[in-house]
Each structure stands twice: as structure tokens, then as C-alpha cells.
T-cell receptor, first 114, second 111 residues
């Protein structure tokens, strides 16, 4: 149990387009979902925390209008990178938290913006 | 606030060598401590955890002991394999707060 999926696993897009990444908890209801960004050879940077039905809480320095997060249900959160630029190219990882503060990570989505 | 400091890599070892990756933490409360592993091109997987002082987490031959007196949670394995090549992240969590990650240590095991 406790599987988190992400879709797509990788995406290539042109500069200026928007990209949506889905994060699903497949076999449990997640009270909270998190979005991380990972640069090459670096640690995970928490971007935002989202709770179902409420607005996401963004970390300092993360643009809310750039990275739109929608947590529509207890099993689905989406991250939309709007008007993507090459500097947005990165590995995006989501995680989902269920009871007892256990956090489970998705496999990640590699975004490449040309 | 909480923070985690772990040994910088990369670490390169021969197969069957002994592995230690150091990790120390700072926290205002009593955190739970974790080691996550990230294989190439994949997300993070929980490797092991410990929730209180003197607990030992273990999995797949890896071990780490929660040392409150030295605020450490060093990862060890007696005999590494090529398949252990990955990036290892130490992390801490206090209560319902977010996870704090170290910078990651890349391990390469050569045959």
C-alpha cells in the first residue's frame, strides 16, 4: 500500500507553454500533498504544501502565479507550470501524507523546456 | 528551525566495502529521523527511520541509530553492492511539520 503516482513521468515543451503535472495517491487518502523541486545533484526544495479544498501554502521565493497548485480531492493534486521557460527545467517530485505523518513520494516528473 | 547536515559526496566504494554516510541534525523538539534513497531517474524511497532516541532503523542491510547525545543518525552498511549505487538523503521531521532534507550523498559502488 501507500503508492503515489505522477503523470507524466517526463515532458518536453516549448518555451511559453504551460505544463500540468498530476500527483495521485492510489490507495490512500492524503490529507496533505507536497511539491518539491530538485535541481541536478542537489537536494529537494519544498515548493508548496497543499491541503484538499484549500489554497496551497507556498515557500518563500516560489512564485504563486508561476506554479499553480490545485488540490481538488484527497487523492489528486496538480502542479501547473505556467508560461514555462528553460530555467523551469527540473525534476519535480510530489509527496502525499496520510495519517501518522507518514509521507510517501511519487516517482518524479522530469520537465525540459526548450 | 530544523536542519539536517550530511556528509558531502560523492562517495565511491568497491563492492563489499563498508559504508558510512554521516548525518547530523538540529531541531527544536524531538524529531523523527529518516534515510531516503533515490535511484537514478526515480523519486525518493524511504530506506529506514527511527522515531526516538536510541532507536535503530534497518532495512536491506542498512542501519542507522538515533543518537540524541550527538544529534546524529549516521547510515551504515557492512558490505555494499553495485545495486546500492544511488543518492542517499537524510531527513528529519518534528511533529506534523515538513520534512527537512540534507543535500544528499551520491554513492557509486564499483565492481
Amino acid at each position: 500500500g501507500a503508492v503515489v503516482s505522477q503523470h507524466p513521468s517526463w515532458v518536453i515543451c516549448k518555451s511559453g507553454t504551460s505544463v500540468k503535472i498530476e500527483c495521485r495517491s492510489l490507495d490512500f487518502q492524503a490529507t496533505t500533498m507536497f511539491w518539491y523541486r530538485q535541481f541536478p545533484k542537489q537536494s529537494l526544495m519544498l515548493m508548496a504544501t497543499s491541503n484538499e479544498g484549500s489554497k496551497a501554502t507556498y515557500e518563500q521565493g516560489v512564485e504563486k502565479d508561476k506554479f499553480l497548485i490545485n488540490h481538488a480531492s484527497l487523492t489528486l493534486s496538480t502542479l501547473t507550470v505556467t508560461s514555462a521557460h528553460p530555467e523551469d527545467s527540473s525534476f519535480y517530485i510530489c509527496s502525499a501524507r496520510r495519517q501518522r505523518n507518514e509521507q510517501f513520494f511519487g516517482p518524479g516528473t522530469r520537465l525540459t523546456v526548450l | 528551525g530544523d536542519s539536517v547536515t550530511q556528509m558531502e559526496g560523492p562517495v565511491t566504494l568497491s563492492e563489499e566495502a563498508f559504508l558510512t554516510i554521516n548525518c547530523t541534525y538540529t531541531a527544536t523538539g524531538y524529531p523523527s529521523l529518516f534515510w531516503y534513497v533515490q535511484y537514478p531517474g526515480e523519486g525518493l524511497q524511504l530506506l529506514l527511520k527511527a522515531t526516538k532516541a536510541d532507536d535503530k532503523g534497518s532495512n536491506k542491510g542498512f542501519e542507522a541509530t538515533y543518537r540524541k547525545e550527538t544529534t546524529s543518525f549516521h547510515l551504515e552498511k557492512g558490505s555494499v553492492q553495485v545495486s546500492d549505487s544511488a543518492v542517499y538523503f537524510c531527513s528529519s521531521q518534528t511533529g506534523a511539520n515538513n520534512l527537512f532534507f540534507g543535500t544528499g550523498t551520491r554513492l557509486t559502488v564499483i565492481p
